[in-house]
């Protein structure tokens, strides 16, 4: 009977420490059960309309340093014959646009309308283009001109020439080591080849594509042109 009691005892104090350390697992444990949810994301979502990741490189962020200026910069003249007013308006707004002087090249005998009477072949314009040796006199003249690297050239088309004027101007001054560009106006006549004798009598200068514009022409069609031939 002493031995079925002892077993009794033995067996009743392993179940109760087997209890205990049960408890004391669970108690203690840091885990999370197994069924727990899963909590809910804290990123946001990918944006690539407004990205907002760091770059993996910080140097990447940086703003980039500002390229130097050349060394002094070009000196730009804009002369123009305007009959009319049509290529004066033009090249006003390439002044402007490019922030370079200015010079009307006026005849010492203004044009009147009858001299611009396309249709009459003894009318004063009609007479200057039949005559390549034609040079009517220009009142005045650019001071400094050899200040000028660049110098725009602006007339209106006749005969799909430009006038006689402009080789007057032209052949009044040394262009050697400039460089030239010619620009026009007119209703429908193309630029065409109204530069050549202006770039022949100025073979030392460094001749750029000249262009023609209509009488309307906006100040971005102006700079549109300019500012691709690469002069600046």
């Not at 429908?188 to 460094?206: H, P, Q, V, W």
């Amino acid at each position: 009977m002493k031995k079925f009691i002892a077993i009794l005892l033995t067996a009743m104090m392993v179940l109760s420490l087997a209890a205990c350390g049960n408890e004391a697992n669970s108690a203690g444990s840091t885990e999370p059960p197994q069924n727990s949810t899963e909590a809910p994301r804290t990123e946001a979502p990918a944006d690539t309309n407004n990205e907002t990741d760091a770059p993996s490189d910080p140097t990447d962020s940086a703003p980039s340093e500002p390229s130097e200026a050349p060394e002094g910069g070009k000196k730009i003249l804009v002369a123009y014959f305007s009959a009319t007013n049509n290529t004066e308006g033009v090249a006003r707004k390439l002044a402007e646009g490019l922030g370079a002087d200015i010079y009307e090249i006026t005849p010492a005998e203004p044009y009147t309308d009858e001299d611009l009477d396309y249709g009459n072949s003894r009318s004063r314009s009609s007479v200057e283009m039949d005559d390549p040796s034609a040079r009517p006199a220009i009142s005045g003249a650019v001071e400094n001109m050899e200040q000028y690297d660049v110098v725009f050239i602006g007339y209106p088309i006749w005969w799909g020439e430009a006038p006689r004027i402009m080789s007057t101007f032209i052949e009044s001054y040394d262009f050697s080591g400039k460089t030239l560009v010619a620009f026009c106006t007119s209703a429908s006549s193309g630029f065409g080849r109204s530069d050549s004798a202006l770039r022949f009598a100025a073979g030392g200068a460094t001749w750029l594509d000249g262009h023609r514009f209509s009488a309307g022409a906006s100040a971005d069609d102006v700079m549109a042109w300019a500012n691709g031939l690469g002069i600046n």
